[in-house]
């Protein structure tokens, strides 16, 4: 990571997440060509984002990788195909499984409670990795240690997954995390290489100018050119895998969610449901029933007085706590459209990931369903006036309904 401008000028212009370091020793020490072959053998574009830096070297400007690790990702070469827009590496880690973290004993209370939330971050999406704090390097997964260097390098992660585990270890620079100096980005950062660590690269690698104000594309190192449906193919505002930064928090948007996720689904069941059971929804904020608009062509909206075909639904056991609900209208079911970012529509044959939801009921006795894809919940948007649609983070009056049996 690096700032863009020095570090007086913190208030008035934005900071760089990832960049090279610019001391002249580094920059005037060449990179063995047997190392660019080996790291195009891996995937990777070198033509940005790549030089020495102490006894190995910084690729994409924030990943630290030694001359063996390159080694074992140029063998490890693989065809498999990237699985997310927010781009992931060919390497992931294995899961379900617990990744314990340790974080150095000398950052301050601040750094800690940001490292903590961090985790708890990860951990609020349910995703098939949990995030537990380690109590020494040695019994951890991932270490986060610091250094010390008056450059522009903020820190770097060592590299992506190998092997099935995560990249290890994590390092900080206390020239800006230090016990005087509590930046806005701290807990952002942390989550960021954390990121890398589990094999996500960052959602403008095709053009950093967008985030950084300058550079060029990072190559895709053979991972990343597939997108989810549903997910922006161009870089993604807000993301936490941005490259670069403003110093200020970016928690997980709608679209991380929903690449999280999808990388690493997990288990995570909701409240008991009328499994089997005929019932009509019928929305909270205007007391009308939802339809499956147009015999389900349309998408769903809660804009009716009675119940009719269009306005049933039967609760399907999706395995896991989940469930799905099939229309009356048409036998299709309920589909979260583009992973939540388009509206509910009935219109699938079969139950995939983003025909499942969670079945949550409320302490005022409505529910409210929780699309499983990007953990969003579902509203009756503009207060019944537009289409469902599942892009909610927290439940308010829209995302409440009331249900009953036919």
Known sequence: MRKIVPYLCLLLLAFLFACKKEDK??????????????????????????????DGYLVEYDIFLT??????????????????????????????????IYMDAGFDAYMQSSFDQALGRYNAQHLGLSFQRAASSGAADISIFS????????????????????????????????????RADALTVIAHEI????????????????SCGSGGSEGDAGVGANPVLGTPTAPSAGSWMLACSSNTDRPFTFYDRIALVTTYPGTYPGNTAPLGKIISLK???????????????????ANRD????????????????????QSL?????????????????????????????RWITNSDG????QAFVSNSYVAAENAGAASLIANREVIGDWEKYSWQQH
């Open 25 to 54: 020793q580094t920059a005037a020490s060449p990179v063995p060509e047997e190392i660019s072959a080996k790291l195009k053998t891996a995937g990777f574009d070198i033509s940005e984002g790549l030089s020495k830096y102490k």
């Open 67 to 100: 001359a063996d690790q390159i080694n074992t990702l140029a063998a490890e070469k693989t065809d498999k195909k990237p699985q997310v827009e927010h781009y992931t590496t060919n390497n992931l880690v294995s899961s379900p499984r617990t990744l314990r």
């Open 147 to 182: 250094f010390y260097e008056v450059s522009n390098v903020l820190g770097y992660s060592a590299g992506f997954p190998v092997g099935g585990n995560p990249a290890s270890p994590i390092r900080l620079n206390t020239y800006y995390y230090n016990n005087s100096s509590h």
């Open 195 to 210: 990121g890398h660590a589990i094999g996500y690269r960052h959602t403008d690698y095709m053009n950093r100018a967008f």
């Open 283 to 301: 929305a909270r904020i205007n007391n009308k029933y939802v339809c499956a608009e147009n015999g389900g062509a349309n998408a769903l909206i």
């Open 306 to 325: 009675a119940v009719g075909p269009w306005e049933q639904f039967r609760v399907i056991d999706a395995g896991n706590g989940l469930i799905a609900l």
């Open 329 to 357: 209208a048409n036998n299709s079911y309920v589909c979260a459209e583009a992973a939540g970012a388009s509206p509910l529509i009935a219109n699938r044959s079969a139950i995939g990931l983003w025909e499942r939801f």
């Open 366 to 369: 409505s529910v409210s369903l």
